[in-house]
């Protein structure tokens, strides 16, 4: 399978613990994107890579919320102190180009 | 962003065709129309997007209003699988962001 991989796929942890997503978008996707997902909602978008430059950040992405892409491949999300609003689904997904967004199956966080 | 709406549910028989309707009457003229779809427990799929003229793909077809303020995806003959979440999102030219709203949940009857 050469889709966008995430792990892990579930994440339980307490309120106030650090936790960190890979994301391991398609083999020479330059463009790479984190969105979250909330139940019943859509996803909404957090920040976007280009190669490894970090080029747009979301207000919703609080100074908690750190993403890096180093070397422009593989991808990390790191929340520290979560709280329980942070419980959603984490999605990432690549691209080669602007038109398409490939997603991965996203990773499910749930903050007790 | 420009925003779009949707129904929130569509029911459709098996191997009938489905029209899902999208209003998006403040479009601009750089806008592009994607829809995506989202299976239970999955991340969205791309379905088909376009800017002007009608487009068709191996998944479904887009038909585009002449003043562009709504858009219709057809699925033309629905499968079980293809019971989820469909969003059509506004893409302004040059972005790469998609801002999804709540999309239309299609049911597919055997």
């Known amino acids: 399978d050469t889709g966008v991989s995430q792990n892990p796929r579930h994440k339980i942890t307490k309120r106030g613990q650090n936790v960190t997503f890979r994301c391991d978008p398609i083999?020479?996707?330059?463009?790479l994107y984190w969105y979250r997902q909330t139940l019943g909602q859509g996803p909404e978008f957090l920040t976007y890579?280009?190669?490894?430059?970090?080029?747009?950040k979301s207000r919703l992405l609080s100074d908690r919320f750190s993403a890096e892409r180093p070397k422009g491949s593989f991808s990390t999300l790191e929340i520290q102190r979560t709280e329980q609003g942070d419980s959603a689904m984490y999605l990432c997904?690549?691209?080669?180009?602007?038109?398409?967004?490939?997603f991965g199956p996203g990773t499910r966080l749930l903050v007790l | 962003d420009a925003k779009t709406t949707q129904p929130n549910s569509m029911e459709s028989n098996e191997e009938e065709p489905v029209h899902l309707p999208c209003n998006h009457s403040?479009?601009?003229?750089?806008?592009?129309i994607h829809w995506y779809r989202q299976l239970p427990s999955q991340g969205p799929e791309y379905v088909i997007h376009?800017?002007?003229s009608n487009v068709n793909n191996r998944m479904a077809s887009l038909a585009i209003a002449e003043d562009r303020k709504s858009s219709t995806l057809i699925l033309h003959r629905a499968t079980l699988r293809d019971a989820a979440v469909y969003y059509c999102?506004?893409?302004?030219?040059?972005?790469?962001?998609?801002?999804f709203g709540a999309g239309t949940t299609v049911t597919v009857r055997a």
């Open positions: 997904a690549s691209s080669p180009r602007l038109e398409t967004q490939y």
């Open positions: 083999s020479e996707h330059n463009r």
């Open positions: 890579f280009q190669n490894e430059a970090q080029l747009e």
């Open positions: 403040t479009i601009s003229g750089t806008d592009y």
């Open positions: 376009g800017l002007t």
């Open positions: 999102i506004l893409r302004v030219a040059n972005d790469y962001k998609l801002s």
